[in-house]
């Protein structure tokens, strides 16, 4: 099994899991057919199956498109929202392309219905992946659009904290610098969050991404996993594990939002000179 990490769009990742005896693939959150088709030709593969981790436009905006281009292309997902679905899918069903095993895990909060992937080989070295969308990222969670911190605290810790701690975390958008920045202010002695955002710094310089990393590691710098530590408690002044996830997230919605961009017609109307007049001092 192996997993091609296509950058698209601002920060979105969409991702080819490609089965290498049989040369056929599968697409995770196919928001750009042209770049996606690019790598499948490149790769000289066959686009069998598109699983969509939710519905939201950067996620999944492409499956009308790559369904009319590859007839017969199979799209799974949870959501009725979910353009082109063929095969909506339920928690803990597994499905099966090749030797690759994917099991559906259900993580409503950012959305609804949004769906996580499970995928391993039977009898392979290799450690395990985990397509996570909007619901885990690198140092950080998603925002609750749909949901509760009740939700989010099960996703992360009964259902994707559960597994197999060598898990590779694919998630769905580049937002690991800002996530570390977050839990450097909530953990700032925590040596490994220190290290880790030196190292995505430096990534972000180079135009690497920083995925995957893995579940065990997510487990010692990204703040949403540690909730029953101290210091999360600390910095939150809550104790019980919900309140700490529900107080972290609001603390992390607040921090430095970035500012709103100028619409690009008043950026032409200034250098133009329009507004000059109502600028001029009387």
Not at 46 to 51: G, N, T, Y
Not at 156 to 185: D, I, M, S, W, Y
Not at 191 to 202: F, G, M, P, T
């Amino acid at each position: 099994m192996k997993v091609k990490v296509i950058s698209v769009l601002e920060d979105n990742y969409m991702y080819l899991v490609i089965e290498e005896s049989t040369r056929e693939a599968i697409a995770v959150d196919a928001a750009v057919p042209k770049r996606l088709l690019e790598i499948v030709r490149k790769e000289n593969v066959v686009l069998r199956a598109i699983l969509t981790t939710h519905h939201h436009w950067d996620h999944a905006r492409g499956n009308e498109e790559l369904a009319r281009l590859c007839p017969g292309l199979r799209v799974y997902g949870a959501d009725e929202r979910i353009g082109a679905l063929t095969h909506k899918v339920t928690h803990e069903q597994e499905l099966t392309f090749g030797a690759i095993r994917v099991r559906c895990l259900f993580t409503p909060c950012h959305t609804s219905g949004h769906m996580c992937y499970f995928m391993w080989e039977d009898g392979s070295p290799d450690a395990p992946a985990l397509f996570s969308g909007d619901t885990l990222f690198v140092g950080g969670c998603g925002k609750f659009f749909e949901g509760t911190a009740e939700q989010m605290y099960t996703n992360l810790t009964q259902v994707l904290g559960a597994l197999p701690k060598e898990t590779k975390v694919f998630c769905g958008h580049e937002c690991t610098v800002r996530n570390l920045k977050f839990a450097l202010k909530v953990e700032p002695e925590n040596e490994i969050v220190k290290k880790k955002l030196a190292w995505a710094k430096q990534r972000d310089d180079e135009d690497l991404p920083t995925v995957p990393s893995t579940l065990q590691e997510e487990f010692l710098y990204n703040p949403f996993l540690r909730v029953t530590e101290e210091s999360l408690q600390k910095f939150t002044g809550k104790t019980e594990p919900v309140e700490v996830l529900r107080t972290l997230r609001a603390e992390k919605d607040n921090f430095k939002k970035p500012k709103e961009r100028p619409h690009p017609q008043a950026v032409l109307a200034f250098d133009w000179g329009l507004f000059s007049p109502f600028l001029e001092k009387k």
